[in-house]
């Protein structure tokens, strides 16, 4: 059975609708992580710090994808909320045609750049060979960017289109052949951390063509790529409406150098590795709630856009609930497993320990992050991105950012694991004084108010309910003569 947007939703059919963009994300989580199993087991801790030390460059650029996508599909499901199914076929093309021509500027220009940006992020003390396992693996995801940012932006697309599934299917594909690739390039043929670079690529290309071919062709979902212009009020509202998302992105790739460095100082290299290691699989327990957020926002954004506040409350307080219940199994997974997901990545018993006790402290932030993801992901549906955007510069840039310099001065290498705990509590009392202050404003909170339509049709029905009664009392007395 088809969802749709504009149905009703029970816990059964919400939880079903953003299923498969809980489990694409997820995936994307998974595979990412093999990828790093196979450098870390095949091409050493020097590859690992290496991959940790350039990856936040190509998280700024998927960023680009993600803001396009996020607030893109908020305008489109709006737009479609409204009735308006030409228009939104139209905004969905022009944001895919930027998207990719953004991409292709950045591959060509990003060549250029590479030796300049790894000689920044990368401190001379940790060597020849780790500077030259930046540049390496760069310079081979560079040429595929262009894909990549446009798998970013159908990852919200394929869901506003009513067509989550064809979304996993896409983005598992592309993880299958990356793990595929991994074994046969690194393991097979021995290239090491090149071999996990050319894999990775690979499936980027695929995971950005795959798409585009779909929505080329007919199919029967609400959207599909056609003839277009450039229309500048809708691309300067997708850029704000996702904003958050590109600032998020952007700030946390900032946030990884800056832990990167902190971490060097105190450890050096086995540090980094550890660090790299513990974000890989928060990884996938993050992509269980952005999942969730990318999967509901199409619905908020386009009950918000019919004005249905009473199927906005419903989404909203089953919202939170999720993510509450979700983020209490997942902490309590993370401490009860924290030692079999570490021993997967072969380190010896000081690497191991150190990593082990930074993801049993990490793991706190579990509690309360999806809380955080789920309110910027609502506003982004409901079209505001300034509030997003707020959200995201205070959690990542004012509040991880103070913590990282500040708490390891205190605590030692644990402040540095501690530091996201301090910044998402922080970031929870934003979100909820935003939740709160909002709520009225958009409907999907507090005393629910009728709207004239359903005062409409509440008294059309009641009519209808006392002429029916008025019906059979007349069949009553006429029966009784």
């Keep these: 059975m088809?969802?749709?947007?504009?149905?009703?939703?029970?816990?059964?059919?919400?939880?079903t609708f953003v299923a498969p963009s809980i489990i694409m994300m997820v995936f994307t989580g998974v595979y990412s992580v093999v990828d790093g199993l196979f450098v870390a087991n095949f091409a050493g801790s020097d590859a690992v710090a290496a991959i940790n030390y350039i990856y936040p460059l190509f998280m700024v650029f998927g960023s680009i994808g993600f803001m396009l996508g996020a607030g893109g599909s908020a305008l489109v499901s709006k737009t479609l909320g409204e009735g308006d199914k030409i228009k939104a076929n139209k905004?969905?093309?022009?944001?895919?045609?930027?998207?990719?021509?953004?991409?292709?500027?950045?591959?060509?220009?990003?060549?250029?750049?590479?030796?300049?940006?790894?000689?920044?992020?990368?401190?001379a003390e940790e060597g020849e060979k780790v500077?030259?396992?930046?540049?390496?693996?760069?310079?081979?995801?560079?040429?595929?960017?262009p894909f990549f940012i446009l798998q970013n932006i159908f990852q919200s697309f394929f869901v506003t289109a009513e067509k989550p599934r064809l979304g996993l299917i896409a983005t598992a594909s592309a993880g299958v052949l990356n793990m595929i690739l991994d074994a046969v390039f690194?393991?097979?043929?021995?290239?090491?951390?090149?071999?996990?670079a050319v894999a990775t690529a690979?499936?980027?290309?695929?995971?950005?063509?795959?798409?585009?071919?779909?929505?080329?062709?007919?199919?029967?979902?609400?959207?599909?790529?056609?003839?277009t212009k450039f229309y500048p009020k809708a691309f300067v509202k997708s850029c704000t409406n996702g904003s958050s998302e590109f600032l998020s992105n952007v700030s946390s790739a900032l946030v990884v150098i800056l832990y990167?460095?902190?971490?060097?100082?105190?450890?050096?290299?086995?540090?980094?590795?550890?660090?790299?290691?513990?974000?890989?699989?928060a990884m996938i327990f993050f992509a269980i709630f952005m999942g969730y957020s990318v999967g509901c926002a199409p619905l908020m954004g386009f009950n918000y856009g019919a004005q249905n506040k009473r199927e906005m409350r419903n989404l909203y307080k089953k919202s939170l609930i999720i993510m509450a219940v979700t983020g209490i199994a997942m902490f309590a997974a993370s401490e009860a497993l924290a030692g079999p997901f570490i021993k997967i990545?072969?380190?010896?018993?000081?690497?191991?320990?150190?990593?082990?006790?930074?993801?049993?402290?990490?793991?706190?932030?579990?509690?309360?992050?999806?809380?955080?993801?789920?309110?910027?992901?609502?506003?982004?549906?409901?079209?505001?991105?300034?509030?997003?955007a707020i959200m995201s510069f205070l959690r990542t840039i004012v509040f991880q950012i103070s913590a990282v310099m500040v708490l390891p001065i205190i605590m030692g290498l644990d402040g540095v694991w501690t530091a996201s705990l301090f910044a998402d509590?922080?970031?929870?009392?934003?979100?909820?004084?935003?939740?709160?202050?909002?709520?009225?404003?958009?409907?999907?909170?507090?005393?629910?108010?009728p709207t004239a339509a359903e005062l409409r049709a509440k008294a059309l029905l009641n009519r209808k309910k006392r002429k029916l009664k008025l019906k059979r009392k007349r069949r009553v007395g006429e029966n009784s003569l």
């Design 2 to 15: 088809r969802i749709q947007l504009s149905d009703h939703f029970t816990y059964k059919k919400l939880l």
């Design 91 to 123: 905004y969905f093309s022009m944001l895919v045609y930027i998207t990719f021509g953004i991409g292709v500027f950045i591959a060509v220009m990003g060549q250029f750049a590479v030796p300049s940006v790894v000689k920044l992020i990368c401190r």
């Design 131 to 145: 500077y030259e396992y930046c540049e390496r693996y760069g310079r081979i995801l560079l040429a595929t960017q």
């Design 186 to 196: 690194v393991v097979g043929f021995g290239w090491g951390l090149t071999g996990a």
């Design 202 to 227: 690979a499936s980027e290309v695929f995971g950005g063509v795959f798409p585009l071919v779909y929505f080329f062709s007919k199919n029967n979902s609400l959207l599909r790529l056609t003839k």
């Design 260 to 281: 990167n460095y902190q971490i060097s100082k105190l450890v050096g290299n086995n540090g980094v590795a550890a660090y790299g290691s513990i974000m890989y699989i």
């Design 345 to 388: 990545f072969g380190y010896e018993k000081e690497l191991y320990e150190m990593t082990l006790r930074g993801f049993r402290i990490y793991a706190f932030i579990f509690l309360i992050v999806g809380i955080n993801v789920y309110t910027s992901s609502l506003f982004t549906s409901l079209n505001n991105g300034l509030i997003s």
């Design 425 to 449: 509590g922080a970031a929870l009392i934003v979100a909820v004084i935003f939740q709160t202050v909002y709520r009225t404003r958009y409907g999907y909170a507090g005393r629910y108010i």
